[in-house]
């Protein structure tokens, strides 16, 4: 019996590739140019602010364009993920973004609490008394560790001022 070939509009492997080397190039510009601003030159002193990062970002340019062309060599019809696979990873990514921005209002602990519980109950499928005895417990010996032992202040929120730790 002959397989049928089936179409997919999923990103592919060359395509994926490609960007990503074209991204690390501009940062690898970003360096440079702001290397150039620092000051390149060798002066009285010594080298400059900028001219070990100014050589750092040239080798992050090289690098990315050696990657770009052999994307372009690559070949063009392999799939970089399903779209099923793309999603699982954002199910990850979606909620990570959403407690780095949540984090100067609500604070590490509450954050981290909510965050692991989250991860726990709808992505591990946990039960509720597992996951809520570590999403308490967590940051309450992350406090103990960090606060008390350590005398390392991490970022609080409303609710721990509140509380007064």
């Not at 997919?8 to 080397?21: D, F, I, K, M």
């Not at 060798?42 to 364009?65: D, H, K, Q, T």
């Not at 109950?121 to 032992?149: C, D, M, N, Q, S």
């Amino acid at each position: 019996m002959p397989v049928i070939e089936t179409k997919t509009s999923a990103p592919t492997h060359r395509g994926v590739e490609a960007v990503v080397a074209v991204v690390i190039a501009v940062f690898g510009g970003v360096v440079v140019l702001g290397s150039i601003q620092a000051g390149i030159t060798w002066g009285p002193e010594g080298p400059r602010a900028g001219f070990f990062p100014f050589y750092v970002g040239l080798c992050i340019i090289a690098a990315s364009a050696v990657n770009f062309l052999n994307a372009l060599r690559s070949d063009p019809t392999a799939l970089f993920a399903e779209w099923v696979q793309i999603r699982h990873v954002f199910s990850v990514i979606n909620p990570t973004a959403v407690y780095v921005l949540a984090m100067p209002f609500v604070g590490l602990y509450v954050g981290s609490a909510i965050f692991i519980a989250y991860f726990m109950r709808v992505l591990g499928k946990y039960r509720w008394l597992t996951t809520l005895a570590v999403a308490i417990g967590t940051p309450v010996v992350a406090y103990i560790v960090f606060e008390r032992w350590f005398l390392v202040p991490l970022p609080k929120g409303p609710l721990e001022d509140w509380l007064g730790l």
